[in-house]
């Protein structure tokens, strides 16, 4: 999911505009929905919400007739992934409503682990649920915990969440952007000429709205934005940084997050698989978009040439977040299509970000051997993954992981490959810098390989 924040010193009439492209910047992060709520907070002294969500795409949402027609200082917008239970309008965001300490809008990324256990407790309390989503749960925390003011409606209401979070809300006339405890979902704080500050899940939105980039909003970290600039609140100290899997695949690689260059980590990893286990091939090829940075990185240190040889269809969405299976198998074959010429008789090295189900990896490499290749040499940019450990996709652990239950060798002949390699917990870590910050939990350790 992507989140997206702006807050004005005065009201304009491009916010929605500005939010477009923002949003824009960060369809990656999700499909299936869209939406932003505008709100004015300033004039007659009166807040004024309007809120538009849907399913579908930013581009289908953000209407370029609604670009001038609204007007506010305050824009809060997101961006979801795809989840077959929760494919409905109602369940896109942003979601609010009238509170006692005035109106609330909401957007959340994460995964909240203690879901159930809340969601019980609110329904005991006697709350009505609208939506299928666990972002309505935060809602009804700051709702109870309004009488207490904003500020501390927000800090009982993180006290009560585990798992990952990054939100951003507008109360009354306040823009507010928090991220975890842990740090595993990213946000990061901007800044329009003097009077506009920007909220995004990552730098490259920052970039398309021609913001500039302040800093990243810090694990445990809330922000308080209003005419006043920004105030920071360290609710609890940590110095955890995003979970490696947003480097590894659903950041841009035009992003920097906690300091690191998205692009640049996805290099090294590509140096570090060819030095793990070289092999001889003609051709090295990424699977695009967030393969090819780690496949060029390998044909650097191989010597091995670099070939485009997947030409992807850029109107097809992430299969990987498609909701449900029989449609992320058919997308392969129309997202992804070879390049005949390149690969027919050539021994293929392919490199992608990761290998979570295996499944569009046995649909690739089909492809390849049908377009004529020779030998296909998978590589996976990262080490085995073996649960969800909420970093925020929509997959059982038990039945679908592949590298929970099989060994490398039986996922190799699973997905047709001449030989198959991951790159090694030890390798990803010094690829991080300091492994020790960023969250890796969701890969098996390498002696157990």
Do not use: W
């Amino acid at each position: 999911m992507g989140i997206l924040a702006v807050h004005s010193k005065k009201v304009r009439n491009d916010l929605v505009g500005i939010g477009y492209y923002g949003m824009y910047a960060l369809q990656h992060r999700g499909q299936e929905g869209a939406g932003y709520t505008i709100c004015d907070t300033i004039t007659d002294n009166i807040v004024r919400q309007k809120t538009i969500k849907n399913v579908g795409l930013v581009s289908d949402v953000f209407l370029a007739e609604d670009f001038q027609r609204f007007t506010g200082n305050i824009l809060i917008a997101h961006t979801r992934y795809g989840s077959a239970s929760t494919g409905s309008s109602r369940n896109c965001q942003p979601i609010g409503g009238e509170s006692a300490m005035g109106m609330i809008s909401l957007v959340h990324n994460g995964d909240l682990s203690n879901q159930e256990e809340l969601k019980k407790d609110l329904i005991e309390k006697g709350m009505l649920f609208h939506t299928a989503i666990d972002t309505e749960i935060i809602l009804k925390y700051l709702s109870i915990y309004g009488i207490y003011g904003y500020r501390d409606a927000v800090l009982k209401t993180v006290e009560k969440l585990k798992g990952c979070f990054a939100l951003a809300m507008i109360i009354n006339d306040k823009l507010i952007g928090v991220r975890d405890p842990e740090g595993l979902r990213p946000l990061c704080l901007g800044r329009i000429k003097e009077d506009m500050y920007v909220l995004a899940s990552e730098s490259c939105a920052l970039d398309a709205i021609g913001a500039e980039f302040v800093r990243d909003i810090r694990a445990g970290e809330m922000v308080i934005i209003d005419e006043n600039g920004v105030e920071s609140i360290q609710y609890q100290e940590s110095n955890k940084k995003a979970s490696s899997f947003e480097y590894i695949y659903f950041a841009r690689p035009d992003s920097v997050i906690d300091g690191i260059s998205v692009y640049e980590f996805r290099h090294t990893t590509g140096r570090y698989l060819y030095e793990q286990h070289p092999v001889e091939a003609d051709i090295v090829i990424g699977v695009p978009d967030s393969g090819v940075p780690a496949a060029i990185g390998y044909a650097e240190a191989s010597g091995i040439p670099y070939s485009a040889g997947l030409l992807k269809n850029k109107y097809v969405g992430r299969t990987f977040i498609a909701p449900v299976q029989e449609l992320r198998e058919r997308a392969v074959k129309v997202k992804l299509n070879p390049i005949r010429r390149l690969i027919e008789g050539k021994r293929i090295i392919v490199v992608d970000d990761s290998i979570v189900r295996g499944t569009t990896s046995k649909k690739l490499i089909d492809t390849l051997y049908e377009a004529g290749a020779k030998e296909v040499h998978f590589r996976s940019a990262s080490p085995i993954v073996i649960e969800e450990s909420y970093f925020g996709v929509n997959i059982d652990p038990d039945n679908i992981l592949m590298g929970s239950h099989m060994s490398v060798e039986e996922i190799r002949e699973k997905i047709g490959a001449t030989t198959l390699e991951y790159l090694s917990l030890e390798n990803l870590k010094k690829s991080l810098g300091n492994g020790e910050d960023f969250y890796i939990g969701c890969f098996k350790e390498d002696e157990e390989r």
